[in-house]
């Protein structure tokens, strides 16, 4: 499974954490409130794209933002949907159809590193966006399911992908 990458800025300090693509995490519009939003984005050296690691014991960290000094949180057990759009899945940001399945799987691979098996399902946005040519539409899933199966995921991890995951946040939310 592909890696995110960590960039250090200061020895001991801040780091940038890089996808696959390139992008970097940053703090979306620079926001400094509580719930702002993270997304991926080209580095320009700015502190809302740079990330400290916290120390929060029994072998557990937390991320803080430079800028905002708030940590990243999953609100509710959070899950993150994969889009299946090829401008958010290469590197060049373009629009290609011709853009394999196995670009979606190293996004996958890239956010389980990150979060954890249980923060990460697939989000699809099938309304209005350029597809890879190998999923075509929702009838392709089970082709992107197989690809998966190949890359090493099993059962367990697929279920938690198409459908547990979603199913457990949907729950914590609407017994709030």
Known sequence: MAKASQVVIMEGEYYIIKSPNGKVLEVKDFNTENGAGIQLWSYAGHPWQQWQFVDAGEGRWRIQNRFTGKMIDLALGGVVGVNFGNAFLRADGRRDSDTPLTTIVRHIDYLINIMGEDHVALGSDFDGITLPDELGDVAGLPRLINTLRA???????????????????LKNVWQQ
Do not use: A, H, I, T
């Open 151 to 169: 890359s090493g995921y099993d059962q367990l991890v697929l279920d938690k992908l198409l459908w547990r995951n979603w199913l457990r946040v």
